[in-house]
């Protein structure tokens, strides 16, 4: 499997994050103890964790005319990702709400902007090469014109695919979401995703059951227990992950399928790209904001050390 570059179709939004000790309680007023706004979006953190892992990035999804839009722009190009498409006319990109709660644990309400809007014809200005790896979302994949142009381009394409559902990806079309796990090389979720892609609790039973049905490699990530890896025709595996203190977990996951793909690109076998991305998605969460992954140097010193 030859990576040379890696293209996400996913979204990138603007997060508008609050630090809060517990979620309100409906009807409730409550402070924040701590805000901030900082692109985010599963596109933009993969690519970033992708990048700072040394794979070159393009970011081939929808983006805003707008306040938010120029300020997705600025900090992709500040990252070194270049930026496939010009702007959606007169819709800016759009936003969440982050709300991470004393645990670390986050919880997001979304307004949709440009991002929703990837049409056939837009897309068909994304220059693949035969060696990119493509990064599709379920938050990218939901919206029907997303769906519609990705799944067309889809047929035609015969590079790398990885599909990571996301907590929404179970709600676009069963027909069309059972195409995409089809032709997608790697199916990437937690283990929450991957229960509502199976119906089973058990994270092993869940990655062998998804990996039947696309004849294809599995990972389902277990948080702080790491990761199950399941490579096309064999067994399970489990790829331990690493303690550490858990700071915000916003990103984390996205950070592991920019880590996996990164590593495989610089020749690792699936197993030891899984250990580095569990890695990666360890530092990410001893740190604040949605794309806080580490670089290269800071993995293999922490890989070094764990």
Known sequence: MTIGRLVSLGNVVIDIVMRIDALPKPGADMLASDASIAVGGSAFN??????????????????????????????????GIRVALDPVPDVDTGFDVAMIDASGERTFVTAVGAEAQLTTQRLSAVRFEMDD??????????????????GGWLDGFRGTVLFDPGPLGQGAP????????????????????????????DPEAAALAVAERSGRGVIVRLGP??????????????????????????????????????ALAAGASPMVAADRANAVAALTVTRRGPASSPDRAATDDFLRRD
């Open 133 to 150: 790896a493509v990064h599709i979302s379920g938050y990218g994949f939901l919206h029907p014109a997303n769906r519609r142009a990705i």
């Open 174 to 201: 069963a027909a069309d979401l059972d195409a995409l796990i089809a032709r997608a090389d790697w199916w990437s979720g937690n283990r929450r995703e991957a229960r509502l892609a199976t119906g089973l609790d």
């Open 46 to 79: 993969t690519l970033v964790a992708a990048t700072r892992q040394g794979l070159p990035c393009v970011y081939g999804g929808a983006i805003g005319t707008g306040a938010f839009g120029d300020l997705a722009r600025t900090a992709l190009q500040r990252e």
């Open 225 to 262: 227990d790491g990761c199950i890896l399941v490579e096309a025709g064999e067994r399970a595996k489990h790829v331990p992950g690493h303690a550490v203190d858990v700071v915000d977990t916003n990103g984390a996951g996205d950070a592991h399928v920019g880590a996996f793909l990164a």
